[in-house]
């Protein structure tokens, strides 16, 4: 059975490449932490993989913005090479910071010439850092790492993880492709009356836009999600795990198991 090499894309700030790492290797991957300037000097290194990942962290200490830096360098450096990545049918996720960067670039969403981005994060209505665990919802199966999941209880860590569609308009043309595929949902597991109407702090943990927690490509191979699901592979993980009967594994693990699967 084919195992699939991963790329964990690592910058200065970056915190979870390691977690993240040992993830993919549980699932059945092998991975291999790479810092972006190895891979500034030869991109040729991206062909030798077939998944790359963008961890979570504080990419150059989101100094001018979470991810846009390292966004800045894949986009004016590293874009042909990432097209031609896609072009191959390979995978690329991005968790936390990795979302944010994936933001910042076309990977995740195609941008418009004169309009840019569709889509940003930006600051919590909380107006300050969340770290806190939060139920998931998916929808549809259009999700290549999502397959087979209906529900997660997975932890965040972030001052900007409200996601904001650049109008309602393109909001509208995201949910219409699949494309949001991951929401925030009721800490109290109902299953809410309506999935986009908005919910209420804790529950949606930074004020996003139709409660999203994740997004895809239009292929369904690349995602970008701000829940960490590399800090819930485990039922020991879970904050109750010595009070409530668990599966052996962690809710975020078959994540990383579907990846692999895909090359299977």
């Not at 979302?99 to 840019?116: A, C, H, I, Y």
């Not at 509208?172 to 009356?193: F, H, I, K, N």
Request: glycine share 10%.
């Amino acid at each position: 059975m084919a195992q699939p090499s991963v790329l964990v894309l690592r910058a200065p700030g970056t915190n979870c490449d390691q977690e993240t790492a040992y993830a993919f290797q549980l699932a059945g991957a092998k991975a291999e932490i790479l810092h972006i300037n190895r891979l500034l000097e030869s991109p040729a290194q991206l062909e030798r993989f077939q998944i790359l990942c963008i961890p979570g962290g504080f990419s150059y200490g989101d100094d001018l913005g979470a991810g846009r830096i390292l966004g800045n360098l894949i986009r004016h450096h590293l874009a042909e090479q990432i097209a031609r990545f896609k072009t191959h049918d390979k995978l690329i996720l991005g968790i936390c910071n990795g979302f944010q960067v994936l933001l910042k670039t076309d990977v995740l969403l195609d941008w418009e010439p004169r309009s840019g981005p569709k889509a940003t994060l930006t600051y919590n209505d909380s107006g300050r850092y969340e770290d806190r665990w939060v139920r998931l919802r998916v929808e549809g199966d259009k999700c290549v790492f999502l397959q087979g999941i209906e529900t997660m209880y997975l932890p965040v860590a972030h001052a900007e993880g409200k996601f904001v569609a650049r109008s309602p308009a393109v909001f509208e043309q995201l949910q219409a492709a699949g494309q949001l595929v991951l929401r925030y949902a009721p800490l109290d597991g109902s299953p809410g009356a309506n999935p986009t109407a908005p919910l209420p702090f804790p529950d949606n943990p930074n004020g996003s836009m139709g409660n999203v927690a994740g997004v895809c490509d239009s292929t369904g191979r690349v995602l970008g999600l701000m829940p960490h699901p590399e800090r819930h592979i485990d039922r020991t993980h879970h904050p109750q795990w010595t009070r409530i009967a668990s599966s052996t594994t962690g809710d975020g693990r078959q994540l990383f198991l579907n990846a692999v699967k895909y090359f299977r």
